[in-house]
């Protein structure tokens, strides 16, 4: 079978050759074989055409430059930019906002897709300027990124970066839309440039989406929290809860507690109108202190049943460190409320840098620096009110009413005996044995008493001779039960799961 090589320069039958090099074929033909024919010469033609013609269309393919100047005139490359940044949880909101302002009356753009932003970093009047390489931004197609808008899983698509040319009654504008290659502790801000003839015009139109995002924030009356995902990459930072619906009747609580909290923190808000009319300040700070397992949480969730409509940012485990931009959502989407879970552990967590003071100091400083009339209400939870004593006092007025959420008394016991039974229904001679020797335990252990006493009393396994299994309609919770399941919990063997349950050795 015949075949087409190439012998490279430099080496000839054994000898050195400077010459180029040869095309040869295989099967004993000749070198007569390869003369140019008519056919060849026409295909070379073809070939030397098609390359000029290339070359000339490369020249007059579009691109960013060229876009701008045609829509902007030729002093394009030398008009002012103006730009501002966002952070990464406000990306979704700045979309929302942008589209918004560019549909209005008498405004009308053109979206341009950029190739080759990742990992580069460059501005609005880069893309002005003739391309540096091969590898500068082009143009293709739009990059998105789908962000949450709201629970059960809403997004909205977001520009990644982009070019909008836009024709308005004034005049012509671009923006830039981009993704600032800089990853910080809560994802990649978002960035906007403007340009065009008018500078104030660039400016205004800055100040106008500031405004649009801000009148369609998605977080506005929603229950938000920073999440473990805030530091992964290309994640949204910001994750959206149900609102909670606790039943008054859910909470157990000694006798004014409830009461006590509740005029500090939803009183406040409903009659705000009255406060500022009366010249008094509307922020406060609310602790939440107790054992662990005692309700605070609990109770947290009740108050945010009761706030419907308000705004709430909720930190908790690593990412108490994003309070800076939690005090700064609730600054801007008041009447609002920031609840911090277990305070306690930043006490003594400092700052990434040296020299910085415990984020408890950052937080008491967010407080201090909300204006009188702002309407935020702090919410802390902690089991350690011993380690914020100290810096609580050192900066009076932050935390204005502290709550003890203490385990309950015998009368709360029973409360939560019987609201922890569910459906169950309890036939137990003698409860009142029960209540004492739970005396110290929390909450949470006696939910825990009450399911371990219903999953007996549904196997039969209450004691050696137990019954065949009962059905779901006829479940009985009886002494044997609840006597079995209180053992169970007590047994010096389950001294750290009593632990975990927030409650003492003094039960017996």
Same mark, same amino acid.
């Given at each position: 079978m015949a075949w087409v090589g190439y012998e490279p320069p430099g080496r000839r039958n054994g000898r050195s050759d400077t010459s180029s090099g040869r095309l040869y074929r295989s099967g004993g033909v000749g070198? @007569? &074989?390869?003369?140019? %024919?008519?056919? #060849?010469?026409?295909?070379?033609?073809?070939? !030397?055409?098609?390359r000029t013609v290339e070359a000339a269309r490369v020249d007059e393919a579009p691109t960013l430059r060229r876009l701008l100047a045609e829509h902007l005139g030729r002093e394009a490359s030398s008009l002012p930019v103006v730009g501002a940044n966002w952070p990464a949880y406000d990306h979704v909101n700045v979309?929302?906002?942008?589209?918004?302002? !560019?549909?209005?009356?008498?405004?009308?753009?053109?979206?341009?897709?950029? $190739?080759? *932003? @990742?990992?580069?970093? *460059? $501005?609005? &009047?880069?893309?002005?300027q003739p391309a540096r390489d091969q590898f500068s931004p082009g143009i293709g197609s739009v990059s998105m990124v789908s962000l949450e808008s709201g629970p059960d899983g809403a997004t909205h698509p977001a520009v990644r970066c982009a070019l909008y040319l836009v024709d308005e009654s004034g005049g012509q504008l671009a923006l830039l839309v981009n993704q600032v290659q800089d990853h910080g502790p809560t994802g990649q801000p978002i960035s906007v440039e403007v340009t065009g003839p008018d500078p104030e015009r660039s400016s205004a139109v800055l #100040? %106008?989406?500031?405004?649009a995002a801000l009148a369609h924030n998605v977080f506005r009356g929603q229950v938000v929290s920073f999440g473990s995902e805030m530091f992964g990459p290309a994640q949204t930072p910001i994750r959206f809860q149900h609102r909670p619906l606790l039943s008054r009747q859910a909470l157990v609580l000694p006798p004014g507690t409830l009461e006590m909290? @509740?005029?500090?923190?939803? #009183?406040? $808000?409903?009659?705000r109108e009255k406060l500022l009319a009366a010249g008094q300040h509307l922020k406060r700070g609310v602790l939440l202190h107790g054992p662990p397992g005692t309700g605070k949480t609990h109770t947290v969730r009740y108050l945010l049943g009761r706030l419907e409509g308000v705004t709430v940012?909720?930190?908790?485990?690593?990412?108490?460190?994003?309070?800076?931009?939690?005090?700064?959502?609730?600054?801007?989407?008041?009447?609002?409320?920031?609840?911090?879970?277990?305070? #306690?552990?930043? &006490? @003594?967590?400092?700052g990434m840098h040296p020299g910085q003071h415990p984020l408890l100091f950052g937080l008491l400083n967010e407080m201090d620096g909300l204006g009188e009339d702002v309407d935020v209400a702090f919410v802390l939870t902690t089991n350690r009110a011993d380690l914020l004593e100290p810096a609580l006092a050192a900066r009076p007025g932050r935390v204005d009413q502290a709550v003890e959420i203490p385990p309950p008394d015998a009368a709360g016991r029973r409360r939560l005996i019987e609201l922890?039974?569910?459906? &169950? $229904?309890?036939e137990v001679a003698d409860l009142s044995r029960v209540i004492e020797r739970t005396d110290g335990v929390t909450a949470s252990f006696l939910k825990e008493l009450l399911r371990r006493a219903v999953l007996l009393a549904a196997d039969g396994t209450g004691n050696a001779d137990g019954p065949a299994a009962p059905t779901a309609s006829s479940l009985v919770v009886s002494d044997i039960e609840l006597d079995a399941a209180l053992n169970q919990l007590l047994d010096s063997r389950n001294r750290l799961t009593r632990a975990l349950l927030g409650s003492t050795d003094e039960a017996s």
């Open positions: 070198e @007569e &074989a390869l003369r140019p %024919e008519v056919a #060849d010469l026409s295909r070379l033609v073809q070939r !030397l055409i098609r979309q929302i906002g942008l589209e918004n302002w !560019l549909g209005e009356a008498g405004r009308s753009h053109v979206l341009v897709g950029i $190739t080759g *932003f @990742e990992h580069r970093r *460059f $501005t609005l &009047a880069d893309l002005a #100040d %106008e989406l500031r405004q909290i @509740e005029r500090h923190v939803v #009183d406040i $808000t409903n009659q940012v909720v930190l908790s485990g690593q990412a108490l460190g994003a309070i800076s931009s939690a005090c700064s959502i609730a600054r801007s989407l008041q009447p609002s409320v920031v609840v911090v879970e277990d305070v #306690d552990l930043i &006490a @003594e967590h400092r922890y039974k569910g459906n &169950a $229904t309890l």
